[in-house]
């Protein structure tokens, strides 16, 4: 797995909007979250600094956008 999805924040966050992260598509899931978020891919230190940001902001709406965007590994 990348580096921020064994954070226990980030597996709490997938568990809630209903993501299933498996070793078959981790990759896509990763890489799918840093074009959410433009930035480039495999930064995770960067992406995962912006997860932290953009829950605190807007927990419920960036919840809501990333589960659309990662819809298909649900």
């Not at 568990?15 to 498996?22: K, P, S």
């Not at 433009?38 to 912006?50: G, I, T």
Request: proline share 1%.
């Amino acid at each position: 797995m990348t580096c921020y999805f064994k954070n226990s924040g980030m597996t709490d966050l997938f568990e809630e909007i209903g993501i299933e992260v498996t070793n078959e598509n981790v990759v896509l899931v990763d890489e799918n979250i840093h074009d959410f978020l433009s930035v480039d891919y495999p930064n995770c230190a960067a992406a995962w600094k912006l997860v932290r940001k953009k829950l605190a902001e807007d927990g419920e709406g960036f919840k809501k956008r990333l589960q659309e965007v990662l819809s298909e590994f649900g």
